[in-house]
């Protein structure tokens, strides 16, 4: 089992930033890629970004150029730097990942989750 707990969401306006750190409960998450997801009321859970285990990055076409993940394997983490946000934003943020090197951005396919941390960007 892997814990994983968000943290740094919080309200903004537009045109702001946030960064947002995914901790990990076990060294072993290094061999797996990891992931955030985003949920806005009303939505269904998607894809926002992805880091495979050897650093490849995924990025879903409305955060490309705004968004940049990052791993720290010796801290067992994943971040999120989000720039230039927007209202359209706004959702709680999830961590996941496993069980492969990989990436999905289908959030059936990996089996570990953070309870999610909350960004507001108003406008």
């Known amino acids: 089992q892997v814990r994983l707990v968000e943290s740094g969401g919080g309200l903004v306006q537009a045109g702001g930033s946030l960064r947002l750190s995914c901790a990990a409960s076990?060294?072993?998450?290094?061999?797996?890629?990891m992931a955030w997801f985003r949920q806005a009321p009303g939505k269904e859970r998607e894809f926002v970004s992805g880091i495979t285990r050897t650093g490849i990055t995924h990025y879903t076409d409305s955060v490309k150029g705004r968004f940049i993940i990052s791993r720290d394997n010796a801290e067992n983490a994943v971040y999120l730097q989000m720039n230039r946000l927007k209202p359209e934003d706004t959702a709680v943020y999830y961590c996941?990942?496993?069980?492969?090197?990989?990436?999905?951005?289908?959030?059936?396919?990996?089996?570990?989750w953070g309870q999610g941390t909350q960004v507001t960007v108003s406008s």
């Open positions: 076990r060294r072993d998450v290094s061999s797996y890629g």
């Open positions: 996941a990942t496993g069980p492969t090197g990989w990436i999905s951005r289908m959030p059936d396919d990996l089996p570990y």
